[in-house]
């Protein structure tokens, strides 16, 4: 069985422009859910998405945006970036939405200068 | 609103010792709580779970009970390893009649365990 993967590990971008993260969920799961995590800080809940539709979202502003396609894989869109957006990304995908456990990805570290 | 707060770190003990790593909690209806641990560099790990009330989830050797007395899911193991050596992050997600699987996060927790 396949865990939760997600590509790319690093980048490296300049403020102001944009990014696109990806996450393969794992098998069976059919939802998937974004948090960012700042360098020794807790993740932060960005989003859920369930069935292609999303499911709720935490405080982040409307350029932080996703998709989640038929076979479940997501992606996450970041545009006009800023140098607080420096952070891990990490998305954590389940068998179903609700209190359900979560399981994450190795994420992707991202650094904007 | 929910949320989850952990013991300041860091956390130094030598190797054998006894660990604890407090957790409590805020939240309404009756969450799920988990301990997540993250090695340096990688993603987080599901280390155990409770999803009621006296449930002790277990796994490695380490344990964790939740208490809904006093809003707690400490997290213990009785002898430390230079492997245990991570930060550790408790965290709730809301439980029946929610349609929504947010895990709340505490800040975390770092172990360094010497030899």
């Known amino acids: 069985e396949t865990g939760v993967t997600q590509s790319p590990t690093h980048l490296i971008k300049t403020r102001g422009q944009q990014v696109t993260l990806r996450c393969s969920s794992q098998?069976?799961?059919?939802?998937v859910s974004w948090y960012q995590q700042a360098l020794g800080q807790g993740p932060q809940f960005i989003f859920q998405y369930y069935r292609e539709e999303e499911n709720g979202r935490g405080n982040f502003p409307p350029r932080f945006s996703g998709l989640q396609f038929p076979n479940y894989s997501s992606e996450l869109n970041v545009n006009a970036l800023e140098l607080d957006d420096s952070a891990l990304y990490l998305c954590?995908?389940?068998?179903?939405?609700?209190?359900?456990?979560?399981?994450f990805g190795p994420g992707t570290r991202l650094t904007v200068l | 609103g929910d949320s989850v707060t952990q013991m300041e770190g860091p956390v130094t003990l030598s190797e054998e010792a006894f660990l604890t790593i407090n957790c409590t909690y805020t939240?309404?209806?009756?969450?799920?709580l988990f301990w997540y641990v993250q090695y340096p560099g990688e993603g987080l790990q599901l280390l155990l779970k409770?999803?009621?009330?006296?449930d002790k989830g277990s796994n490695k050797g380490f344990e964790a009970t939740y208490r809904k007395e006093t809003t707690s899911f400490h997290l213990e193991k009785g002898s430390v390893q230079v492997s245990d050596s991570a930060v550790y992050f408790c965290?709730?997600?809301?439980?029946?009649?929610?349609?929504?699987?947010?895990?709340?996060f505490g800040r975390g927790t770092q172990l360094t365990v010497w030899p």
């Open positions: 939240a309404t209806g009756y969450p799920s």
């Open positions: 954590a995908s389940s068998p179903k939405t609700g209190a359900d456990t979560q399981y």
């Open positions: 409770a999803t009621k009330a006296d």
């Open positions: 098998s069976g799961h059919n939802t």
């Open positions: 965290a709730l997600i809301r439980g029946r009649g929610s349609t929504l699987g947010r895990l709340y």
